[in-house]
C-alpha cells in the first residue's frame, strides 16, 4: 500500500488546542464529506503530540521545526492522490480551511509490517522516527540495510514493542503538491520512516533508554542514516479504515445515492448570491 504521510504545526498565532480542534474535527469532516477524498484515501490516522514530552529519552532529538501532528494516507496508486488535488470538491471544501502552519515535512512512502502482536490493530501510544538517510548510502544500499535493521530493532524490542512498520521512500512526484496548500513542504527528505507501537509512555522511554538496547539500535541506525535523522512520540487515532480486515470502516454516506450527504454535496458549492445560479442540483428535495 503507498502511504501519504506528513508531519505540520499550528500556525504561530493559534493555539495548540485550537489547531488540534480545526485539524481533529473540522478537518475529518470536511474530509467525510469530499467525495473524491473518500473514494481515494483508503485509510487515514491522525497523530497527535502530547505535551511534556522528555526528548532526551529517545532515540533521536525531537524535529528543530517542533511539528504537533503528523497524517498519514494510504492509497492503492499515485495517480489517486492527485485526484483529489485536481478535482472540484476538495480545493472548494478542503482547501480554504486554512488552519495549519505552512511549513510541512511530506513523505511518499511504501509501508511493510515486519512485526505485530497476535490480535494488535493499531491506535495508542506510538514512537515515529523520520530517517535522515546518510549521503554516502544510495536509496538501493539504504533499504536493504533498513530491512537488516528491521529484524535488530523486532528482537530488541521483546516485551515492549507491540507493533512495528517500516516504510520505505517512494518515487512519488513533488508536482502532485503544486497549487496545493502542502506546495511549500519538504518532499521526501525522509528516506525511512518507522513507526513503533507500546502500550504507553513510558514503555517508549524504557525502549529507548535501556542501555544494552539503546547500543544495538544505534549501532544499527549508524550504517544508515546521518544527524538529521528525527523522533516524535504521538498518539493515534485510526479516522477509518477501508484495507485491514476486521476493522473495515462503513462505506462514506457522501458515496451513497439518496442519503442527506450526497444530497447536500449534489448542491455544490459554488453560485452563492450569484443571480442565475444553476439550480439543478435543487431537484431532489430533502425530506
Not at 530491512?147 to 512519488?172: F, I, M, P, W
Not at 458515496?255 to 444553476?278: F, H, M, N, S
Not at 439550480?279 to 431532489?284: F, P
Request: charged fraction near 25%.
Amino acid at each position: 500500500m503507498l502511504k501519504f504521510m506528513l508531519a505540520s504545526r499550528s500556525k504561530p498565532e493559534h493555539t495548540k488546542e485550537r489547531y488540534y480542534f480545526e485539524w481533529g474535527i473540522i478537518h475529518v469532516a470536511l474530509m467525510l464529506g469530499t467525495p473524491t477524498v473518500m473514494s481515494t484515501f483508503r485509510r487515514y490516522a491522525q497523530h497527535f503530540v502530547p505535551d511534556g514530552l522528555e526528548g532526551d529519552k529517545l532515540l533521536f532529538p525531537f524535529s528543530t521545526m517542533a511539528w504537533e501532528n503528523m497524517a498519514d494516507h494510504w492509497l492503492e496508486t499515485w495517480a489517486d492522490l492527485v485526484l483529489p488535488f485536481k478535482a472540484d470538491d476538495y480545493p472548494s471544501r478542503m482547501q480554504p480551511h486554512n488552519f495549519g502552519d505552512s511549513n510541512f515535512d511530506l513523505q511518499l512512502m511504501t509501508g511493510e509490517e515486519l512485526y505485530a502482536q497476535d490480535g494488535y490493530y493499531d491506535g495508542g501510544i506510538k514512537l515515529v522516527q523520520f530517517l535522515h538517510r546518510r549521503p554516502d548510502v544510495s536509496l538501493d544500499e539504504f533499504k536493504a540495510k533498513y530491512r537488516a535493521h528491521g529484524d535488530v530493532l523486532v528482537e530488541s524490542g521483546c516485551g515492549l514493542l507491540r507493533k512495528y512498520v517500516q516504510n520505505t521512500e517512494s518515487q512519488g512526484d513533488p508536482a502532485y503538491f503544486k497549487g496545493t496548500l502542502f506546495e511549500r513542504g519538504g518532499v521526501n527528505t525522509y528516506s525511512g520512516v518507522e513507526e513503533l507501537w507500546f502500550d504507553d509512555v513510558d514503555a517508549v522511554y524504557e525502549f529507548c533508554s535501556d542501555p544494552q538496547r539503546r547500543a544495538t539500535l544505534l549501532e544499527s541506525y549508524a550504517g544508515l542514516v546521518d544527524d538529521g535523522a528525527y523522533s516524535m512520540v504521538t498518539t493515534e487515532r485510526v479516522v477509518f479504515d477501508f484495507v485491514t480486515p476486521g476493522h473495515i470502516s462503513p462505506q462514506p454516506a457522501v458515496l451513497k445515492e439518496g442519503t442527506l450527504e450526497a444530497i447536500v454535496d449534489a448542491q455544490g458549492y459554488t453560485g452563492w448570491w450569484v443571480p442565475g445560479w444553476d439550480k439543478r442540483a435543487h431537484t431532489t428535495p430533502v425530506t
